[in-house]
């Protein structure tokens, strides 16, 4: 019965009116919506919500108030490569708010199951959180689906923003950034969006 309702309830998210994709975060990438995946009760069925984190955690709450109370999260992160590499100055329509990218993460950070951009063309891109304009960003480097935990991806957020923070008068208040991980297909962008 809970899966029912549960399919039910994510399938009038996606077809309610005024819930559009979000903007890139490079001009040339395809957005898609994110797709959580994973479960809401400990030894429960996997189950799949789309949006946000901040929307999926919303959704799930709706179902199961206390989630992600007995749920235990990995916090895996990918072997770094000769590829790995932090770029500052891209990712969003510009810099983000560091305090609301730290929410994001937060969010990130508390949710089990893992986070995933369907596959597409090379580049496609998932926005996995954002408030107040600060978004970020999993993306496909080679068009095939990734699926990585949540967890592990506000670990990877964390360090970009830390890594490409500014702001003036010595305050580090912004941030905007790309971290790569080429042997994995995937990077994460943390900067500004329209939310």
């Given at each position: 019965?809970?899966?029912?309702?549960?399919?039910?309830?994510?399938?009038?998210?996606?077809?309610?009116?005024?819930?559009?994709?979000?903007?890139?975060p490079?001009?040339?990438?395809?957005?898609?919506?994110?797709?959580?995946?994973?479960?809401?009760e400990?030894?429960?069925?996997?189950?799949?919500?789309?949006?946000?984190?901040?929307?999926?955690?919303?959704?799930?709450?709706?179902?199961?108030?206390?989630?992600?109370?007995?749920?235990?999260?990995?916090?895996?992160?990918?072997?770094k490569?000769?590829?790995?590499?932090?770029?500052?100055?891209?990712?969003?329509?510009?810099?983000?708010?560091?305090?609301?990218?730290?929410?994001?993460?937060?969010?990130?950070?508390?949710?089990?199951?893992?986070?995933?951009v369907?596959?597409?063309?090379?580049?496609?891109?998932?926005?996995?959180?954002?408030?107040?304009?600060?978004?970020?960003?999993?993306?496909?480097?080679?068009?095939?689906?990734?699926?990585?935990?949540?967890?592990?991806?506000g670990?990877?957020?964390?360090?970009?923003?830390?890594?490409?923070?500014?702001?003036?008068?010595?305050?580090n208040?912004?941030?905007?950034?790309?971290?790569?991980?080429?042997?994995?297909n995937?990077?994460?962008?943390?900067?500004?969006?329209?939310?």
């Amino acid at each position: 019965m809970l899966n029912r309702i549960a399919i039910l309830f994510v399938g009038l998210a996606v077809a309610l009116p005024g819930i559009q994709l979000a903007a890139s975060p490079r001009a040339d990438a395809p957005v898609s919506r994110m797709i959580w995946r994973g479960q809401i009760e400990a030894g429960g069925p996997e189950m799949n919500f789309t949006g946000t984190v901040q929307e999926v955690v919303a959704q799930i709450r709706q179902i199961k108030p206390d989630f992600p109370a007995g749920l235990k999260t990995t916090m895996p992160l990918p072997n770094k490569d000769d590829g790995h590499e932090v770029q500052c100055g891209v990712g969003g329509s510009g810099t983000a708010d560091v305090s609301y990218i730290n929410d994001g993460i937060s969010y990130l950070h508390g949710i089990p199951g893992n986070c995933v951009v369907g596959a597409g063309n090379p580049g496609t891109c998932a926005r996995i959180s954002c408030s107040y304009n600060s978004g970020i960003w999993l993306c496909s480097e080679n068009g095939q689906e990734v699926l990585w935990p949540c967890s592990a991806l506000g670990d990877i957020a964390e360090n970009d923003c830390f890594t490409c923070q500014g702001g003036s008068g010595g305050n580090n208040n912004w941030c905007r950034g790309r971290e790569k991980w080429p042997a994995n297909n995937f990077h994460v962008d943390v900067g500004e969006d329209s939310c």
